[in-house]
T-cell receptor, first 110, second 116 residues
């Protein structure tokens, strides 16, 4: 089955850019997602990208997809303390059924 | 935007009892809902896919007789944890996909279950 991996922790200073990386194994993946989870809460969909795209930008968020290397990244520009959370990468091969990575805990220091 | 609610948000029950968790899509219809389980500091594990009007599809290793799923309408799915044990304590999250929607899942806020 699909395997999705992320680094577990990232720490940045307020105002810097954050880059969270994700790798996956199934080359037939069609949709790739980034979710944000704050403590004790459910998941918030931040953005997604189709597998036929290389990049998607949405305000402070930039998603890059390298299909050849099966590598997905999320860049958060001008990171704020409110961005501190766990970020999950998720990958679909069948629409609606996602495999999640273990999550990257982003800590933003003032 | 699409909103999914869960009830209750927290529940404490005694070992051996059953607990029902509701997942509702508030402003859209969902033919498909998903139930996930999340352990502390871990990722989401898909338990089952719930389709309106039909039996749920369970992932490998998930006991269907223990985790009963009912998707009675296009806006409601329920998960019943039967004969709960302390190891069932976890954060249960549902998500819903809109009719005809192939891309976006909307997640509920989760239910924290503690079995004593």
């Amino acid at each position: 089955g699909e395997d999705v991996e992320q680094s577990l922790f990232l720490s940045v200073r307020e105002g810097d850019s954050s880059v969270i990386n994700c790798t996956y194994t199934d080359s037939s993946s069609t949709y790739l997602y980034w979710y944000k989870q704050e403590p004790g809460a459910g998941l918030q969909l931040l953005t997604y990208i189709f597998s036929n795209m290389d990049m998607k930008q949405d305000q402070r968020l930039t998603v890059l997809l390298n299909k050849k290397d099966k590598h997905l990244s999320l860049r958060i520009a001008d990171t704020q303390t409110g961005d501190s959370a766990i970020y999950f990468c998720a990958v679909n091969t069948n629409a609606g059924k996602s495999t999640f990575g273990d999550g990257t805990t982003l800590t933003v220091k003032p | 935007g699409a909103v999914v609610s869960q009830h209750p948000s927290r529940v404490i029950c005694k070992s051996g009892t059953s607990v029902k968790i509701e997942c509702r899509s508030l402003d859209f219809q969902a033919t498909t809902m998903f139930w996930y389980r999340q352990f502390p500091k871990q990722s989401l594990m898909l338990m089952a896919t719930s389709n309106e009007g039909s039996k749920a599809t369970y992932e490998q290793g998930v006991e269907k007789d223990k985790f009963l799923i009912n998707h009675a309408s296009l806006t409601l799915s329920t998960l019943t944890v039967t004969s709960a044990h302390p190891e069932d304590s976890s954060f249960y999250i549902c998500s819903a996909r809109t009719i005809g929607g192939a891309v976006e899942q909307y997640f509920g806020p989760g239910t924290r279950l503690t079995v004593t």
